[in-house]
């Protein structure tokens, strides 16, 4: 979908959808343009780089996406590739490329999805018609101002996730938490991949470095760059954050363990002796045991109060109830009922 939108030296504004009206319009220096390229074909794409008089390269960029946020300066405008935000799915982030070039009296925008915030301030600009007045370079504030502040919402809800995970993990790890946490990782890894860079853009923007940018709106991307230091800063906060969950969830895992491992070495322990005394009764013997009856009544009564005792005091000394000592026989019976 091709979307122009034409203010005239008269001040008559017109939207059109003809790139006949294109030409004429642009060899006047008071006129303003700006044209919205949505998913076009290489074809159209082609006449619009002729139109507008962009170079080749840029031309292979509207054609060949996947490119990084970049600006660059040609001898009659300059070209920008940014990105917006449209989601987080699982452990990727959902971002749009947008190619603009910005001349002395036009905005050229391309793209290949529709985008909601492009969309917004498009209707606005036909709607209130006194924004053109301010130039293209402040047409390119204003999208650019909607795609950083759609960075925020995504930012906020990562970080009351990353909260969650926090507090899931320490009280129950688990597999499950513990991808996510490694998802996570790898969307704020490609955050960052976008943000970094267009810091540089707009801090070059705010330089007033390139003749196609107005004074008064410099002040304006500016702001823009301040929002992407900020977002840059969130991100690495967000990092260190996922990074002492994923801590916290192998030392709550190496806690669990050692808690499972240190159970199963006492009831080992209460077993010892017990194989002992069955295998030392248990040997051939003429008559078992030694000829003695009342000797296997104490042989038994040993074998059923040696583990008693030794679980007894297993438990007092905190062994087997999360390293808190029972020196008491209420706590003894407390624990006993809310084991079992």
């Known amino acids: ?39 076009e074909a290489r074809e159209t794409l082609e006449a619009l780089a002729q139109l507008f008089r962009l170079h080749p390269i840029t031309l292979d960029d509207f054609i060949n996406r996947n490119q990084r946020p970049k600006i660059e300066e040609f001898d009659e405008y300059v070209f ?22 910005l001349r002395q009296n036009a905005l050229l925008t391309v793209h290949a999805r529709p985008l909601d915030h492009l969309c917004r301030i498009f209707d606005r600009t036909a709607r209130d018609t006194r924004i053109l007045q301010n130039g293209p370079s402040f047409l390119l504030y204003l999208l650019s101002d909607a795609l950083v502040d759609a960075y925020f919402p995504v930012l906020e809800a990562l970080e009351d996730e990353i909260d969650a995970l926090e507090d899931a993990v320490v009280q129950a790890p688990a597999r499950s938490r513990m991808l996510r946490v490694f998802e996570m990782k790898r969307v704020l890894v490609q955050f960052r991949k976008v943000i970094s860079p267009q810091r540089e853009v707009y801090n070059a923007l705010s330089r007033r470095d390139y003749p196609y940018i107005d004074a008064r709106t410099a002040v304006y991307f500016r702001d823009i760059h301040d929002h992407l230091v900020r977002a840059f800063e969130m991100i690495d906060s967000y990092r260190d954050l996922v990074a002492n969950t994923l801590d916290a969830h192998l030392a709550a895992t190496s806690n669990r363990l050692g808690q499972v491992m240190k159970q199963l070495t006492v009831i080992a322990t209460i077993f010892m002796p017990l194989s002992f005394l069955t295998g030392f009764f248990g040997m051939n013997f003429t008559t078992i045991p030694f000829d003695r009856p009342w000797l296997l009544a104490v042989v038994l009564t040993t074998m059923c109060l040696l583990p008693l005792g030794m679980l007894l005091m297993f438990l007092r000394s905190g062994w087997l109830a999360d390293n808190r000592r029972i020196t008491s026989w209420a706590r003894l019976r407390a624990w006993l009922f809310r084991r079992h």
């Open 80 to 101: 920008l590739v940014i990105h917006a935000l449209n989601t987080v799915r699982g452990d990727e982030l959902d971002t749009e490329e947008i190619h603009a070039a």
């Open 1 to 39: 979908m091709l979307r122009i939108l034409i203010r005239h030296t008269d001040g008559r504004v017109e939207a059109s959808s003809d790139l006949t009206t294109v030409a004429g319009v642009l060899m006047e220096p008071q006129s303003l343009i700006w044209a919205d390229a949505e998913g």
